[in-house]
């Protein structure tokens, strides 16, 4: 049995959280969808009042650095966006045909439900094996990480991990060609698609 994940909220601290999509497949590839998340996290962060101290948005998974939100916790702001971003995403994802997709721009995953089984005898029908074969996968994986950052230090050492993710997945030549991160921020005091909450 897994252990439990302890969370340690209302001590004042930044949270490094991280969390990725469903078997870690690149489900935020494409612009389209990257652009919806970072408009999703912007709504978020209004609704729950929380600071958003720096940001990534990878392919198949996502980096924040916030404050405790104002409402909830950390864990009620990372439901909400997983849940907000993954119904939008997975809108009109049904094919004519049968088979499902999920559209994010010009990317298409598809999914296909398994066939179905030979000829089987007369009878009711199997509700467990129907209900099976028409659901869609998940988009998100259910847990998340979650770090406290209490320092100066550990702040700095987070951010500069983020920032340099796409430079090392070599998506970019230079962190300043990804603009889904607060690099941008950080580098030219300029807030880029979605406006970024430092702290002093």
Request: proline share 8%.
């Amino acid at each position: 049995m897994a252990d439990k994940l302890i969370r340690h909220y209302g001590r004042g601290h930044l949270h490094f959280i991280t969390f990725s999509c469903y078997r870690r497949l690149p489900l935020l590839r494409s612009v389209r969808a990257k652009n919806i998340f970072v408009h999703i996290l912007s709504d978020i962060r209004d609704r729950y009042g929380f600071s958003l101290v720096g940001y990534v948005v990878m392919p198949e998974h996502i980096h924040l650095l916030i404050s405790e939100p104002t409402k909830g916790t950390p864990s009620t702001v990372i439901q909400v966006l997983k849940q907000r971003v993954s119904r939008r995403l997975r809108r009109k994802s049904r094919a004519p045909t049968g088979q499902l997709n999920l559209k994010f721009g010009e990317d298409v995953i598809p999914w296909r439900a398994p066939s179905p089984p030979a000829r089987r005898r007369a009878g009711p029908p199997n509700r467990r094996r129907t209900g099976r074969a028409c659901a869609l996968p998940r988009f998100w994986q259910r847990r998340f990480y979650d770090f406290n950052v209490w320092s100066l230090k550990k702040r700095v050492e987070k951010l500069q991990y983020m920032h340099m993710n796409p430079l090392k997945r070599k998506l970019v030549a230079h962190p300043k060609d990804w603009p889904w991160s607060s690099f941008t921020f950080y580098s030219k005091l300029k807030h880029g698609l979605i406006r970024i909450d430092p702290v002093h």
